[in-house]
């Protein structure tokens, strides 16, 4: 989840889409506010979300105050945090909370997102080496 359209669309390309997508795309929320609500609804009708991308630095209420409350409606839920804030206390912060992935959108390397999706949906953690530091 992503407020801004570029980031969303890039994602979406390079995850899902391609000859032999691996992910499918659902769909992008403007806020954090919004990604509570979308996880209700989807909980009500019985679809939870099996992984989500969330920013830090989305407009609405705080995004750590969301991803609580959507894993409180979808326990499940895998939540990658694909973020430009790299602070040690907001990582650990974000991980302690529930996220099993955190992804820096500044990585030199655009695939990184992908792998840390492949190896989220399959059960596992990732963290970007450049904050592995903040959770060792």
Do not use: H
């Not at 919004?34 to 989500?52: F, H, Y």
């Not at 499940?76 to 992804?103: C, F």
Request: charged residues 30%; glycine residues 6%; hydrophobic residues 40%.
């Amino acid at each position: 989840m992503d407020d801004n359209r570029e980031v969303t669309r890039v994602l979406q390309k390079i995850a899902c889409e391609g000859p032999n997508p691996e992910f499918e795309f659902v769909g992008s929320l403007p806020s954090a506010d919004t990604l509570v609500t979308q996880v209700a609804r989807l909980r009500a009708e019985g679809r939870c979300p099996d992984l989500i991308t969330l920013d830090l630095a989305m407009p609405g209420k705080p995004a750590i105050d969301a991803l609580r409350d959507a894993l409180q409606e979808c326990p499940d839920i895998k939540v990658i945090i694909y973020s430009g804030v790299d602070n040690a206390e907001r990582v650990r912060e974000a991980l302690a909370t529930g996220a099993v992935g955190y992804v820096l959108k500044s990585s030199d390397d655009p695939w990184e997102i992908v792998r840390a999706l492949r190896i989220v949906a399959a059960g596992d953690r990732y963290v970007s080496e450049s904050v592995k530091g903040a959770v060792s």
